[in-house]
């Protein structure tokens, strides 16, 4: 195992290794050339030169697009968390292999290779009121397996999750590490009533009541009140960062995942920007602790990618222009003048 603790897992979360700021100044320098106002392409021009910086060349490619989605079941749904049961985990991950799932048609419109990683779909997480969701262990070996899923050789990674109760880790997380009670982040997730939205907000609070003397520790958190498929997508993001690969974030619990990171070492999600912001509650919030700015805002809440699947075409849109487009001077263009 890569972690054999958590300890040797801080340790690396607070070594990142960091892109090519010359490929950056030198796709910045293009995007200055091309027969354009001066940040007229807006996002699209600092994306281009996000993608130079981490993929370390100044003409960035997008040949090698990855999505991967992560599948794990929590055992605090016995507590009615959620409108469906546990098992359309399982039915859903199989919906992926058949290609009948959103993700499926997003990914092959945007050329990016999808691959589903279900983690031990019939063994639950614990009800982390009760006790700590997973062992340092069992943490530890879903890191473990998210980190070996990350190819070396890859242009873009794209992380998402499926895994019926994990809206509710997810708000656990963010209330753990960044305050504000049930209240502020707790959601309907997956269009829960007016009671299971209670039972929601009381079972994260039951939860932060027992963790109390965690608090302080994020990756012990991570452990306590996460599940196996948000500690997957921690892991593919550590692996993402030491091998240079940018990395599109999904929705709420994509985001609240990594969050254990960013308060671990705050330059960890350099490499990462956030695809979209989701309908789900708290989603807003977390971007806006974490100084995140999301790229679309389509009021999805769907998961499993999809958001960071749709924002690979914005990318693709900023490579295109950036390689494709002449300069002024190949143009024939005047430029800007300095009168």
């Known amino acids: 195992m890569r972690f054999p603790s958590l300890d040797d897992l801080r340790t690396s979360c607070r070594d990142p290794r960091d892109g090519d700021a010359a490929s950056a100044d030198a796709a910045a320098l293009r995007q200055a050339e091309l027969t354009k106002p001066p940040g007229s392409l807006g996002r699209l021009e600092e994306l281009v030169i996000w993608l130079a910086h981490w993929q370390r060349r100044s003409f960035p490619r997008l040949d090698r697009v990855k999505i991967v989605v992560f599948a794990g079941n929590h055992g605090v749904t016995a507590r009615g968390v959620s409108a469906y049961p546990s098992e359309v985990t399982g ?32 063994r639950p997480t614990c009800d982390f009121t009760l006790g700590p969701a ?11 397996i998210g980190y070996r899923s990350v190819p070396a050789e890859c242009d ?13 880790a997810a708000a656990a997380l963010c209330a753990a590490l960044l305050g504000g009670g049930a209240s502020r982040w707790v959601g309907r997730g997956t269009g829960v009533d007016d009671a299971g939205l ?12 027992r963790h109390q003397s965690i608090l302080a520790d994020p990756l012990a958190i991570a452990a306590a009140l996460g599940g ?9 993001t550590l692996a993402a960062r030491d091998h240079a690969i940018p990395i599109l974030l999904d929705g709420f619990v994509g985001t609240a995942a990594v969050l254990p990171l960013a ?7 350099d490499h990462c920007r956030v695809a979209h912001v989701s309908a789900e509650a708290g989603h807003r919030a977390l971007l806006a602790e974490l100084g995140l700015n999301p790229l679309l805002d ?19 849109a900023a490579t295109a222009c950036h390689h494709g487009m ?14």
């Open 228 to 236: 196996r498929e948000l500690a997957a997508m921690l892991g593919a």
């Open 298 to 316: 389509l009021e999805m809440r769907l998961g499993e990618a999809s958001g960071a699947a749709v924002a690979i075409q914005l990318l693709r």
């Open 198 to 209: 209670q039972r929601k907000r009381k079972t994260v609070e039951a939860a932060l009541a």
């Open 156 to 168: 873009l990674l794209a992380i998402g999750e499926m895994g019926i109760g994990n809206t509710t």
């Open 91 to 122: 039915q859903m991950v199989a919906n992926y292999a058949s290609g009948g799932a959103a993700i499926n048609q997003i990914a092959q419109l945007v050329q990016a290779e999808l691959t589903v990683v279900p983690l031990d779909l019939d």
């Open 263 to 269: 308060r671990t070492e705050p330059r960890a999600l």
């Open 134 to 144: 997973m062992q340092s262990s069992e943490f530890l070996a879903a890191v473990d």
């Open 326 to 339: 002449a300069t002024f001077t190949e143009a024939d263009v005047a430029g800007r003048t300095n009168d």
